[in-house]
C-alpha cells in the first residue's frame, strides 16, 4: 500500500501510470494532498468513483494518527501525532494574532542526543531519525485537522535538525515546491553542529539559520549545553562568520534567559561582543520551567535590561513571546509521550 502523502508528482505519475490513467490525475491527486490537504481519497471530488476505488486498493492519503491534541488558551494548538512503528512527536501550530502568519513548529527526531539541561526533549536521549515524508506529515496533518494553511515552518520541536540534514533539507525543498512556502519562511534551528553549519553554507541556504547560542563564554555554554565540549564558542564564531560570508544571508542567534545564570549585565555585555562582527538579530527566549530542572525565568525587568543592552550594541532584539505554555507546548517543553 503506497502512502500518497510525501510523494513528488513524478511519484505519484507512477502510481497513475500504473493505473493506465492521465498524468492530469496525478496532478490533482498532487493538489488534493498538498494544497487542499484531504484526510481520505474519497474527498478527492474531481476523480471519477471508479478511478478512486481503484486508487483506494494501491494507496492511501496517510499512515500517521493524532494521538493527543490540546488547545491553549492563547490559540497555540500542541498535536502528538503517532508512526506506524508506534513512535510519537510533537508538532506545535502557533498563531499570532497580530498576524496573518500560521507556523508550524515541527520535529526532526524522536528524542535528541544533544542532552541540554535546560530541554525536555534531549533528557529523552535519541531514539531515531524522522525521515523526510514524517517530517512534512506533520504539517500535512496541521492543515488536514484546521482546514488552514501552514504559511511558516520553524524546525524547533523534537530533536537536532543538523543531525537528520539529509532528510531536513529534503522536507525543505517539498515545503518549497509542493506545499509553495517560500524559503525564507522556513527556519532552521541548530545547537551549533559546526560541521553541518559549513555544509549549509557551501549549499547557499536560503532559509534562516537560527543558533541556539544561549551563552556568553565558553564557561557558562558548558553548564548548559555538553555541546559546546565538542563544538565550542570560538569554532562557532568562525563557522558563523564564514556563513554569513557565502550566503550573505542575517542569522537569528537565539538565546536562552536563566535567571543569574547567564542573564546579568555583563552576560549581556559579553554576548554584545561576541556577535559585534556577526551579522545577526537576536531572539531573547525567557526559560521556560520543565520539570527536570530547577533553573528560572527571570524578572521581565532583567529580560528587558538585557535586551536594552543588546540594542543597544546595535543588534535588532526581540523577546520570544511565550505560547502554549499551559500545555506544555512552549520551547523546551516538548517531549514526544503522554505524561
Ligand atoms: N535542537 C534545536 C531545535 C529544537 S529546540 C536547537 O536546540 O536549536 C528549539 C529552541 O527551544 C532552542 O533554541 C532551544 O534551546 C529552546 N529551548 C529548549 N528548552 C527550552 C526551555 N526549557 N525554555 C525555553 N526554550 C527552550
Ligand atoms: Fe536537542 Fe535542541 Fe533540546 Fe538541545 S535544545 S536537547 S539540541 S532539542
Not at 21 to 40: D, G, M, P
Not at 182 to 192: I, Q, W
Request: some cysteine; proline content about 2%.
Amino acid at each position: 500500500m503506497k502512502i500518497l502523502s510525501g510523494l513528488s508528482l513524478q511519484e505519484i505519475e507512477e502510481i497513475t501510470d500504473e493505473l493506465k490513467a492521465s498524468k492530469f490525475r496525478a496532478r490533482q491527486i498532487h493538489n488534493w494532498i498538498y494544497l487542499k490537504s484531504v484526510k481520505e481519497i474519497d474527498e478527492m471530488t474531481d476523480l471519477s468513483v471508479k478511478f478512486r476505488e481503484e486508487l483506494k486498493k494501491v494507496a492511501k492519503v496517510t499512515d500517521i494518527k493524532i494521538k493527543v491534541k490540546q488547545v491553549s488558551s492563547d490559540g497555540t494548538i500542541k498535536y502528538l501525532l503517532e508512526y506506524p512503528d508506534g513512535e510519537c512527536v510533537e508538532t506545535v501550530l502557533m498563531r499570532f494574532d497580530n498576524r496573518a502568519n500560521l507556523t508550524a513548529c515541527v520535529s526532526s527526531q524522536v528524542g535528541c542526543a544533544v542532552n541540554c539541561s535546560f530541554c525536555a526533549t534531549g533528557k529523552r536521549g535519541f531514539i531515531r531519525n524522522l525521515n523526510y515524508k514524517e517530517i512534512i506529515e506533520q504539517v500535512l496533518m496541521i492543515q488536514r485537522d484546521t482546514d488552514l494553511k501552514v504559511t511558516n515552518v520553524v524546525f524547533m520541536g523534537q530533536g537536532e535538525p543538523l543531525l537528520n540534514l539529509d532528510n531536513v533539507l529534503k522536507a525543505m525543498e517539498i515545503f518549497n515546491e509542493n506545499f509553495q512556502i517560500g524559503a525564507r519562511r522556513l527556519t532552521v534551528s541548530t545547537s551549533g553542529i559546526i560541521p553541518q553549519i559549513n555544509k549549509l553554507a557551501e549549499l547557499d541556504m536560503q532559509s534562516t539559520l537560527a543558533v541556539s547560542l544561549h551563552a556568553p563564554n565558553h564557561e557558562i555554554r558548558l553548564k548548559l549545553m555538553q555541546i559546546e565540549d565538542k563544538y565550542n564558542m570560538s569554532d562557532l564564531h568562525k563557522a558563523l562568520k564564514n556563513y554569513v560570508e557565502k550566503t550573505g544571508r542575517r542569522i537569528t542567534i537565539e538565546y536562552l534567559l536563566i535567571k543569574d545564570l547567564n542573564d546579568t549585565i555583563e552576560s549581556a555585555k559579553e554576548l554584545a561582543h561576541y556577535l559585534k562582527d556577526i551579522k545577526c538579530n537576536v531572539n531573547l527566549i525567557p526559560y521556560n520551567p520543565t520539570a527536570e530542572n530547577d533553573y528560572q525565568r527571570p524578572s521581565n525587568n532583567s529580560i528587558m535590561k538585557f535586551k536594552f543592552l543588546l540594542e543597544h550594541s546595535g543588534k535588532k532584539v526581540t523577546v520570544r513571546l511565550e505560547r502554549g505554555a499551559d500545555i506544555d507546548a512552549a520551547c523546551g517543553q516538548l517531549k514526544g509521550k503522554v505524561c
